[in-house]
């Protein structure tokens, strides 16, 4: 069975940083994408970054310059590094995989056909 497991979210204050990480099991995506996207309550899943099977990044315009997203291969692992947080980043965090061959790196979430539960961010001004 495969599982994606979030961590790392919590409560910072604006200009703190958080980095998230999700756990794969039950099958390796050294040859997929795999990504995060966000959801605040009474909104759409959005986009926040990918990262192809090769290292090619995509990332939201409004978390370019400020977040990271990497992975490591041999752990199962993905990463998201978040610096100079804002309040409008508070949402709950999702880790998703897919096992489509795509090209460049995903940013719909029609794409992802695995998800994890979330992990929830809170920013405080």
């Known amino acids: 069975q495969v599982q994606l497991v979030e961590s790392g979210g919590g409560s910072v204050q604006a200009g703190g940083s958080l980095r998230l990480s999700c756990a794969a099991s039950g099958r390796s995506f050294i040859s997929y994408a795999m990504g995060w996207f966000r959801q605040a309550p009474g909104e759409e899943r959005e986009f926040v970054a990918s990262?192809?099977?090769?290292?090619?990044?995509a990332y939201a315009d409004s978390v370019k310059g400020r977040f990271t997203i990497s992975r490591d291969k041999a752990k199962n692992t993905l990463s998201l590094q978040m610096d100079s947080l804002q309040p409008e980043d508070t949402s709950a965090y999702y880790c998703?995989?897919?096992?489509?061959?795509?090209?460049?790196?995903?940013?719909?979430?029609?794409?992802?056909?695995?998800w994890g539960r979330g992990t929830q961010v809170t920013v405080s001004s």
């Open positions: 998703a995989a897919t096992t489509t061959t795509v090209w460049a790196p995903p940013t719909n979430r029609y794409q992802f056909n695995y």
């Open positions: 990262i192809g099977s090769l290292g090619a990044t």
